[in-house]
């Protein structure tokens, strides 16, 4: 049986589940119960790794009705936009970092029809954000430096996560947190302020999905 409904959505990171069985892998996330799915987009250029391409985004996307999450750590993200909305990715983020107008560029997502967020890097001020909160659908704050999954928690993070709740205000705006979120911290996650969680080895260390979403959610709300 899924968890009960909570303030929070967990997002599984599908570079972290077994790649050689991702279909049977989307097929169990939605039988636990797991609404959205994250995917790491990587190009070898933003960050020094590649990933999921779009051959596999569609190929999933006839396999389930999931929410497919795609955060975009390439260098040139308006390139492929429309592409990533044929492919069935229902929200899109792109980071402040590698996108020099990103403001057209979230309108574009829109238009689209897509949840647009914006990603920020660990070394990259808040201040940056500055002027796009109200164009945002949501913020991904980056807790490890992306490009690898299974690194280590950057300390002061759930502080940025605070302090931009602050700033957020009566916005409409989700905040994402991405990297090193386990059932040790995830707490804390929500505490202080996150609304998507995404995890990698935290969730997928868990043999059985229904469980993981029930524990995670029971020790997130405890």
Not at 72 to 77: G, P
Request: proline share 3%; hydrophobic share 45%; net charge neutral.
């Amino acid at each position: 049986m899924a968890a009960k409904k909570t303030k929070f959505l967990i997002a599984p990171s599908m570079l972290a589940s077994d790649l050689t069985a991702l279909g049977d892998e989307v097929k169990n996330l939605e039988q636990a119960g797991l609404e959205v799915l994250h995917f790491d987009i990587m190009d070898g250029q933003f960050v020094p790794n590649i990933t999921f391409g779009f051959p596999v985004l569609e190929s999933l996307r006839k396999k389930t009705k999931l929410i497919f999450d795609a955060h975009l750590m390439i260098a040139d993200a308006d390139r492929y936009i429309e592409e990533f909305k044929n492919a069935g990715c229902n929200w899109l983020s792109v980071h402040i970092e590698a996108c020099p107008h990103i403001h057209r560029t979230l309108q574009h997502i829109k238009k689209l029809g897509m949840q647009a967020g914006v990603a920020i890097n660990p070394g990259t001020p808040l201040d940056s954000l500055n002027g796009i909160l109200d164009f945002a659908d949501f913020i991904l704050v980056m807790s490890v430096n992306p490009g690898f999954g299974g690194q280590s928690f950057i300390g002061n993070s759930f502080e940025r996560v605070a302090e931009l709740k602050k700033r957020i205000g009566n916005r409409n705006v989700k905040i994402q947190i991405d990297g090193g979120i386990k059932k040790d911290n995830i707490r804390e996650a929500v505490h202080s302020g996150c609304d998507i969680l995404v995890m990698g080895t935290g969730f997928f260390s868990f043999k059985n999905y229904s469980e993981a979403l029930t524990q995670l959610s029971n020790e997130a709300m405890r």
